[in-house]
């Protein structure tokens, strides 16, 4: 089977950093996404690593390592619009690209 | 929005009716796939389609559960003889290929009273 972790929840200040972890033990490994997903709505894209090592975007990071079987997801300069869900989702070989998500964490950004 | 429409955005029904849902890709992407999700937790895959071909079905897809994608483009979802258990946020996205990130829409959210 697979296995997915996140923490559940996490606080930040506005315009501080903060770093979201996933953790994942599964077969066939072939990348890992990462998705913001506000309450109500739809989840959307952020990020997409399949090789070792850091990928910046703007204000957010991802960085996955497939032999720890480890991926986070940075966000700086946080905004109060940051407040969502982050959602960890891996994707395996030959298993057509479907989404195998965490629970998601869900980030509160504070004054 | 990204491209994805699903309607309705909101059902409620009664157990035991039938419901259907449909979903309309990014009409250039030939994978599309639905989704359940429930409060709290993250998406669950139910089915995936490349065009017309239903390529997988997940143990979670109980056989009141249909779906289809006739034309290579909308796509609907159904559920037979609902129950309580079935509601839920229904999700469908789309891919232009393998590796691609996936679309989603904005869902249909199930109540079953």
């Known amino acids: 089977g697979q296995n997915i972790d996140q923490p559940t929840e996490m606080t930040a200040t506005e315009g501080a950093i903060v770093q979201i972890n996933c953790t994942y033990q599964?077969?066939?490994?072939?990348?890992l996404f990462w998705y913001q997903q506000h309450a109500g709505e739809a989840p959307t894209f952020l990020s997409y690593?399949?090789?070792?090592g850091l990928e910046e975007k703007g204000r957010f990071s991802s960085f996955l390592s497939r032999s720890k079987g480890y991926s986070y997801l940075l966000l700086k300069e946080l905004q109060m619009k940051d407040s969502a869900s982050y959602l960890c989702?891996?994707?395996?070989?030959?298993?057509?690209?479907?989404?195998?998500f965490g629970t998601g964490t869900q980030l509160k950004v504070e004054l | 929005d990204t491209g994805v429409s699903q309607d309705p955005r909101h059902k409620i029904t009664k157990r035991g009716q039938n419901v259907t849902f449909r979903c309309d890709p990014i009409?250039?992407?030939?994978?599309l796939y639905w989704y359940r999700q429930t409060l709290g937790q993250g998406p669950e895959f139910l089915t995936y389609?490349?065009?017309?071909?239903?390529?997988?079905k997940s143990r979670l897809l109980s056989d009141r559960f249909s779906a289809e994608r006739p034309k290579g483009s909308f796509s609907t979802l159904e559920i037979q003889r609902t129950e309580q258990g079935d509601s839920a946020m229904y999700l469908c996205?789309?891919?232009f290929g393998t590796g691609d990130e996936q679309y989603f829409g904005p869902g249909t959210r199930l109540t079953v009273t």
């Open positions: 996205a789309s891919s």
């Open positions: 009409s250039e992407h030939n994978r």
């Open positions: 389609f490349q065009n017309e071909a239903q390529l997988e």
């Open positions: 599964t077969s066939g490994f072939n990348g």
């Open positions: 690593n399949v090789l070792d």
């Open positions: 989702a891996v994707v395996l070989r030959g298993g057509g690209n479907k989404l195998t």
